[in-house]
């Protein structure tokens, strides 16, 4: 099995335009999937304020490779919006899923969108594979491979149930304060809410929630820690001896 991590210049795709015609807005493909030959495609964008986002739904419907953008929600304290895409991509290019897929790249996680370029993590199963989706991807924009390796699938499936089981042994308090936090943007950078704000909506007071959301914080962290392969300082191996 391999990792293949790679960023491309779309040619043609609204993806390479958006960062000239929308500075500053970010994307992430959320999904995308084909129907009868028209991509279906649902993006989420950050940055985007609301006085400006009638003008985004707008410019993305109008690209050659859509044709229809639908806003579905808007959230104006964190300046994000998850728009609905259907483009039947009659140009010379096509999407870049489309060219994964067919070749057996599956995407690990959903891709990006930052400055021009899409980024994307796929697994494979063979060098072949890689290397054919990479030269069809080079038919239709500029690639830049960031990292090709096997990961070691055994210690990501073992990280990823630790992290799965810490948050499962979260009190029902515990995750009900983190899930309010996430939810109202507290681990937003920059933070659409502070401590105080997040214990007005909580009956507790702002020391409770707080050393909710350390405990919290702690037992995911812990889980995570492996993930990091670093190796404990020696003082952090003194104290646990």
């Known amino acids: 099995m391999l990792e293949y991590t790679f960023s491309i210049r779309h040619n043609g795709c609204w993806t390479a335009d958006l960062a000239e015609s929308y500075p500053g807005v970010r994307a992430t493909i959320i999904y995308s999937y084909r129907i009868t ?5 649902m993006i989420e964008t950050a940055g985007i304020d609301e006085d400006r986002l009638d003008g985004l739904v707008e410019w993305l419907q109008a690209h050659p490779v859509m044709n229809s953008s639908q806003l579905v929600t808007y959230d104006e304290t964190r300046r ?15 999407p870049v899923l489309n060219v994964l897929l067919r070749n ?11 400055n021009g370029r899409e980024h994307w993590s796929v697994l494979a199963s063979s060098h ?10 080079r038919e239709i924009g500029s690639v830049h491979v960031d990292s090709l390796c096997s990961p070691d699938l055994d210690v990501l499936l073992t990280d990823l149930t630790g992290v799965k089981q810490a948050v499962q042994d979260l009190s029902p308090r515990q995750l009900e ?7 109202e943007g507290y681990y937003d950078s920059p933070r659409s809410c502070n401590i105080e704000e997040l214990a007005a909506l909580d009956d507790a007071n702002t020391s409770t929630v707080g050393e909710h959301l350390r405990r ?5 962290l812990q889980a995570v820690a492996p993930m990091l392969d670093r190796p404990a300082s020696p003082s952090r191996q003194r104290r646990r001896n």
Do not use: W
Not at 37 to 41: E, F
Not at 130 to 136: G, Q
């Open 80 to 94: 994000k919006a998850f728009i609905s895409l259907a483009g039947d991509y009659d140009t010379d290019t096509e």
């Open 37 to 41: 030959g028209t991509s279906i495609t």
């Open 128 to 137: 072949e594979q890689v290397s054919t989706a990479h030269e069809e991807l």
């Open 177 to 183: 304060v983190l899930s309010r936090a996430i939810e």
């Open 216 to 220: 919290s914080e702690a037992k995911i």
């Open 104 to 114: 057996d790249c599956f995407p690990t996680i959903p891709a990006t969108v930052a």
